[in-house]
C-alpha cells in the first residue's frame, strides 16, 4: 500500500524558515517524480513544487521560486521542502504527493501557519 | 500559465441522480505526444484529494465506473452517475500538458439537494 507520511509543520513566524518532510512507502520512491501540492484555508490547490527522480531536476511555480526549494533522498525513501522567507501567504496545509502527469496518491498534509 | 474554469462553482444532487461539472482550459491540453493531461480529483470533507481520472477519461484503480471523463482539446467533462453519499466533497480538475507550472481548476463543490 502506497504511503505518504507529512511532517515538519507549525507555526513560524514571517521571515523565517521550515523544512517540511514526507516519509514514502509502499513503492520504489526513486522512481517516481514527487511534488508538494499546497492549499489555502477555505481555497483550491496550488502546484508547490516537483522534483525528478535523482533530484537533478526541479520546478518551481513563479510564486515560490528563489525562496523554496525540494529535494529527496532515495536511500531514505524520502522528500523535503525547504520554505526559507516565508509570508503569510504560504499559510496552507502542504501535501506530498506522486506525481506522472498527474498527481496519483496524497499525503495526509501537514499545516504551516506563517503569523507573528 | 494555463488557467482552468470550472462550472458550476457548486452543484446540488439528490442521492442516485446523475451530475455534470465542466472544465474549460485557456489552452488546448494536447500535448505534442498527442496525449491530453487533463485528470480530476475529489477532495472529501477533512480528506486529501484522491485521484479519480487522468488522460481525459482514464479512471483510476479503484474507482467506480459511475464517474466518467470526457473531451478534447479545451472542454472537459466528469460525469457522476447514481450519486452516493460519498461522492459528496470538492471536485478539481488539472493539467500537466502545458507544465511546468501544473494549474488547477477552482473547484465544484458537489452538496445533497
Known amino acids: 500500500e502506497v504511503q505518504l507520511v507529512e511532517s515538519g509543520g507549525g507555526l513560524v513566524q514571517p521571515g523565517r524558515s521550515l523544512k517540511l518532510s514526507c516519509a514514502a512507502s509502499g513503492f520504489t520512491f526513486s522512481n517516481y517524480y514527487m511534488a508538494w501540492v499546497r492549499q489555502a484555508p477555505k481555497k483550491g490547490l496550488e502546484w508547490v513544487a516537483t522534483i525528478s527522480t535523482s533530484g537533478s531536476r526541479t520546478y518551481y511555480p513563479d510564486s515560490v521560486k528563489g525562496r523554496f526549494t525540494i529535494s529527496r533522498d532515495n536511500a531514505k525513501s524520502s522528500l523535503y521542502l525547504q520554505m526559507n522567507s516565508l509570508k503569510s501567504e504560504d499559510t496552507a496545509t502542504y501535501y506530498c504527493?506522486?506525481?506522472?502527469?498527474?498527481?496519483?496518491?496524497w499525503g495526509q498534509g501537514v499545516m504551516v501557519t506563517v503569523s507573528s | 500559465d494555463v488557467v482552468m474554469t470550472q462550472t458550476p462553482v457548486s452543484l446540488s444532487v439528490s442521492l442516485g441522480g446523475q451530475v455534470s461539472i465542466s472544465c474549460r482550459s485557456s489552452q488546448s491540453l494536447v500535448h505534442n505526444n498527442g496525449n491530453t493531461y487533463l485528470s480530476w480529483y475529489l477532495q472529501k470533507p477533512g480528506q486529501s484529494p484522491q485521484l479519480l481520472i487522468y488522460k481525459v477519461s482514464n479512471r483510476f484503480s479503484g474507482i467506480s465506473d459511475r464517474f466518467s471523463g470526457s473531451g478534447s482539446g479545451t472542454d472537459f467533462t466528469l460525469k457522476i452517475s447514481r450519486v452516493e453519499p460519498d461522492d459528496l466533497g470538492v471536485y478539481y480538475c488539472g493539467q500537466g500538458t502545458q507544465y511546468p507550472p501544473y494549474t488547477f481548476g477552482a473547484g465544484t463543490k458537489l452538496e445533497l439537494k
Open positions: 504527493a506522486r506525481q506522472y502527469t498527474y498527481f496519483d496518491y
